[in-house]
């Protein structure tokens, strides 16, 4: 296991208090790690005394034993380096802070070694009893369900009457409507999503909630034509902030936007929907439906495959790398989740 604990980001210094409390965050990380790979019950000290996350946990452990079994995978070892991100609160008995968790989880199929990596924040509560420090209480970010703009009215446009002529977005582009198809280029969309899996690129606006948005870059990168029409709600386009306005279509930041522009485009960025994943390619689009009432909220992009031919996907938001594709190890997914694959065409 590694684990790293940066320098306070405020100018106070680090009292032996505070070194208590850190000493019970690794404990917990050290617990984390153990539970991403050893199902069996826990026997070692209870750090955490907060009664729903130890629920929650048990059922996500037994969730992951029979996940893995299902996928003829074997969980080899879990590597953990714990970040602190902000200290809310720092008293004798009580302290609240926020830490991001940086998992590289390492398992083997079909005597393959693979990796996953993914990146979460929690927020934690240390409380001091008897003398000693447990966590409190565990609050866990799932920013996967919340789509961009939500409580914003936006307007989702019926795709399958697009506009016959697009216009091209000219200042990204370059130039005007091309007049030969262009090969999709999935090794170029691969290798961005690669590049830019746990960062945002300077050149675009990173959305708090941001998988659509890294998604849609993804593909242009692959080659993807811009469909810019003017309208928010049209096309798929992407200008950035233009006067403190912002100049982006729907389909290109949120989800199920996305979704309803890949079922109806028939030019440019186009899709067709399969049925399984495995019939899925470099560089096609996963779109997850967390509640199944047809509102899509997460969007990845498929960057490998398994050594059982099953897609791998990376993803903003939560920050993920090869990531198995039905994202079951997810605390955003449950028993109600929708997938649509999506095979994005050959030539645009």
Request: with cysteine.
């Amino acid at each position: 296991m590694q684990w790293i604990i940066p320098d306070r980001t405020h100018a106070k210094g680090d009292t032996g208090l505070e070194r208590e409390w850190k000493s019970a965050l690794y404990t917990y990380v050290n617990q984390y790690n153990r539970c991403e790979i050893d199902y069996r019950p826990q026997t070692s000290e209870r750090i955490v005394t907060d009664p729903e996350f130890v629920l929650e946990r048990g059922e996500r452990m037994a969730r992951l034993d029979q996940w893995y079994r299902k996928r003829r995978a074997v969980p080899l070892r879990s590597e953990t380096s714990a970040k602190l991100v902000r200290t809310l609160m720092d008293g004798a008995d009580e302290s609240v802070v926020d830490v991001q968790l940086y998992n590289r989880l390492f398992y083997e199929k079909n005597g393959l070694t693979h990796r996953e990596d993914r990146i979460e924040r929690e927020r934690l509560t240390f409380l001091r009893q008897g003398g000693a420090w447990t966590i409190a209480r565990v609050e866990r970010e799932v920013p996967e369900r919340r789509p961009v703009g939500e409580g914003r009215p936006f307007q989702q446009a019926d795709f399958v009457q697009a506009m016959n002529r697009p216009l091209l977005n000219r200042e990204v582009l370059g130039q005007g409507r091309r007049s030969k198809q262009q090969l999709y280029r999935r090794d170029l969309a691969v290798a961005y999503a690669d590049r830019w899996w746990n960062a945002g690129n300077p050149a675009f606006e990173e959305f708090e909630v941001d998988c659509t948005n890294y998604v849609s870059q993804c593909l242009f990168a692959g080659g993807a034509p811009i469909h810019y029409t003017g309208k928010r709600e049209a096309g798929w386009w992407y200008k950035g902030y233009v006067n403190g306005s912002e100049m982006w279509s729907y389909s290109w930041a949120v989800s199920n936007s996305l979704e309803r522009y890949l079922s109806g485009s028939s030019w440019g960025l186009s899709a067709t929907e399969v049925e399984r994943p495995e019939q899925l390619m470099l560089g096609d689009v996963i779109l997850y439906d967390w509640d199944g009432d047809g509102r899509f909220q997460h969007s990845t992009v498929v960057t490998a495959f398994d050594a059982g031919g099953m897609p791998l996907v990376n993803a903003h938001t939560v920050s993920s790398r090869h990531r198995f594709w039905d994202y079951r190890n997810s605390y955003a997914w449950n028993e109600r989740t929708v997938y649509r694959l999506f095979h994005i065409a050959d030539e645009f």
